[in-house]
């Protein structure tokens, strides 16, 4: 077979490869934003509409419902706690995971590695499996019921895939960096602060973006661990009034995209820094 036949077969499986993975992608993006699509305009039409042709669009923009939903649902008070939530813990876990990382990184301690080894044991263990211990241990510890007894397991369940990132990260930085600092006089302080936290920068995004997702979403330990209706996070309240408005689907639809739209604007904004992050080598070893 000549080269001529064999340019003409490769350039054919490539095109014939292109159309696949474009028509898969098209096809996997429909079935990613038809709900979402579906869920924002039934979100305008009133209950009885929905009922008598649940695909259809609305005649006219029902906005009462989203007035009646953040008012009865008590949305903006879950709103807030969700939003000192998930800054409080995602702040503590990005800040003490790079100091981890840095001493994963570059400190050449024996018991580094068992150490590290045991951070990363942490991604084997889920949240439902400590569920029931976890409460008994905040009872006796008497910090059920309050906004620390909620941030300290998004911190420690965050911590185990966050040190991954930043030890991996940290480790590719030169060495020649630290002495130079070491030289001028820097300590250890100093040269984490000034040298490896401004070039972390790539990473520090990565994980910020992944501890915001992760945190804003969770609801298992909302759900367990208080019983306060001034403590619940926005996806805890939303179920709480789903499960009382189950009657009116606009509502409930009005309810969901208020509980979904931060995190797809969080997406739209932050999803190149994300891409940049990945591209830095953040998981690479």
Do not use: C
Request: glycine fraction near 8%; charge should be positive.
């Amino acid at each position: 077979m000549s080269k001529m036949t064999l340019g003409i077969s490769r350039s054919r499986d490539v095109l014939a490869w292109r159309i696949f993975a474009s028509v898969f992608m098209v096809f996997f993006t429909f079935l990613t934003l038809a709900p979402l699509i579906w869920l924002l305009y039934s979100s305008f039409k009133p209950h009885p509409a929905i009922i008598r042709n649940v695909f259809a669009l609305p005649t006219q923009l029902f906005v009462e419902n989203y007035t009646k939903a953040w008012r009865l649902g008590n949305l903006g008070l879950y709103t807030i706690n969700s939003v000192v939530y998930t800054a409080s813990a995602t702040v503590i876990t990005v800040f003490l995971a790079l100091g981890a990382g840095y001493g994963f990184g570059k400190f050449g301690y024996r018991i580094s590695g068992y150490l590290y080894t045991f951070f990363i044991m942490g991604l084997l263990v889920t949240a439902h499996s400590v569920l029931v211990p976890l409460f008994i241990l905040e009872t006796r510890l008497s910090i059920d019921d309050t906004r620390f007894g909620v941030i300290l397991p998004y911190v420690a369940f965050g911590l185990p895939f966050m040190v991954y990132l930043a030890t991996s990260f940290i480790r590719g930085i030169p060495d020649s960096l630290e002495e130079v600092a070491r030289i001028d006089g820097a300590g250890y302080l100093k040269i984490f602060w000034h040298v490896i936290r401004p070039i972390s920068a790539p990473v520090v995004a990565t994980m910020t973006i992944f501890s915001f997702v992760n945190n804003w979403n969770e609801f298992v330990f909302v759900f367990v661990l208080t019983s306060k209706q001034s403590l619940r996070s926005l996806p805890v309240g939303v179920n709480a009034f789903a499960g009382g408005m189950s009657r009116d689907y606009g509502l409930l639809f009005a309810a969901l995209v208020i509980a979904t739209l931060p995190m797809i604007l969080f997406y739209v904004f932050f999803h190149e820094q994300l891409k940049r992050g990945f591209a830095a080598g953040a998981i690479k070893e």
